[in-house]
């Protein structure tokens, strides 16, 4: 399984990005994110199929997670960032349980990963 992540830069507090992932199968995706010197943090969650999602409580509100099934593409749109937004974030599939989502570990597969920097 191959994912590719993209779609970050630098971008004014306030503001709004989407990132993507593309995928060569179809899996329950999640958006992880990772600050310097922090650990790798649970951003969002998007159900195998489609009918759920879920997001930590630092996003709920400015972050949605969506998927384009004809491309197997899964998207991360954030709105209204904050400089405390500003971390490399990954995308990361075939989660062994619904139950234990905020686990990187639980992951199979990961992205490479993009940055996200929000000025002040």
């Known amino acids: 399984v191959q994912l590719q992540a993209s779609g970050g830069g630098l971008v004014q507090a306030g503001g709004s990005l989407r990132l993507s992932c593309a995928a060569s199968a179809r899996y329950a995706m999640g958006w992880f994110r990772q600050a310097p010197g922090k650990e790798r943090e649970f951003v969002a969650l998007i159900s195998w199929s489609d009918d759920y999602t879920w997001y930590s409580d630092s996003v709920k509100g400015r972050f949605t997670i969506s998927r384009d099934s004809a491309k197997n593409t899964v998207y991360l749109q954030m709105n209204g960032l904050k400089p405390e937004d500003t971390a490399v974030y990954y995308c990361?599939?075939?989660?062994?349980?619904?139950?234990?989502?905020?686990?990187?570990?639980?992951?199979?597969?990961w992205g490479q990963g993009t940055l996200v920097t929000v000025s002040s």
């Open positions: 990361a599939a075939d989660l062994s349980s619904i139950a234990n989502m905020k686990n990187p570990d639980e992951y199979k597969y």
